[in-house]
């Protein structure tokens, strides 16, 4: 009974692979929202769009609320707190909606550009200060440290040639 049961198992888990690929393949597609049946820059422009409402919803909001004082007697303290979402929500929503697309999408490139040059820059930067301090102060080289800067060159010498390989190939 024992083999039997050994040997059913992978006609019963046949297609158990292709059931997990699609089950993966659907995960990512919520991810980068692609469900929507959406172009790439219409979901990217939407998405920010959104961050872009929420991020201007926060800012009004805690300036209003931030503003009226404990007591009720700051500069809005004649707002409640309803009013103060209500107006949040409604500036929010024109900042959002009339702010042309080839704003938002040259806010993104210009952080995605920040944001590459620290990933990219910080291990740089960070081995290069390695080369600087290694043996330390008062410690003579050794060939240890010698060996390790030289390492260090190497990383740095790849990471370098590797980033202009890639950035070569998208001009």
Not at 95 to 122: D, H, Q
Request: hydrophobic share 60%; net charge positive.
């Amino acid at each position: 009974m024992g083999i039997i049961s050994a040997l059913s198992i992978p006609v019963a888990l046949g297609d158990i692979g292709g059931t997990l690929s699609n089950v993966w393949f659907k995960i990512l597609s919520f991810g980068n929202l692609s469900f929507l049946g959406l172009s790439d820059g219409s979901v990217v422009v939407a998405f920010t769009r959104l961050l872009i409402w929420i991020l201007l919803f926060t800012v009004f909001f805690a300036v209003l609320t931030a503003f009226k004082g404990k007591d009720g007697k700051g500069p809005f303290g004649w707002i409640n707190r309803n009013q103060a979402m209500v107006v949040a929500g409604v500036v929010a929503t024109i900042g959002a909606i009339f702010m042309p697309a080839s704003v938002l999408l040259a806010t993104g490139a210009g952080w995605a550009t920040a944001i590459a040059l620290i990933l990219v820059g910080g291990p740089v930067v960070g081995l290069a200060y390695l080369l600087w301090s290694i043996p330390g102060e008062g410690n003579k080289e050794t060939r240890g440290t010698v060996f390790l800067k030289l390492l260090i060159c190497l990383l740095l010498f790849w990471i370098l040639s590797a980033m202009k390989f890639h950035v070569s190939r998208m001009l």
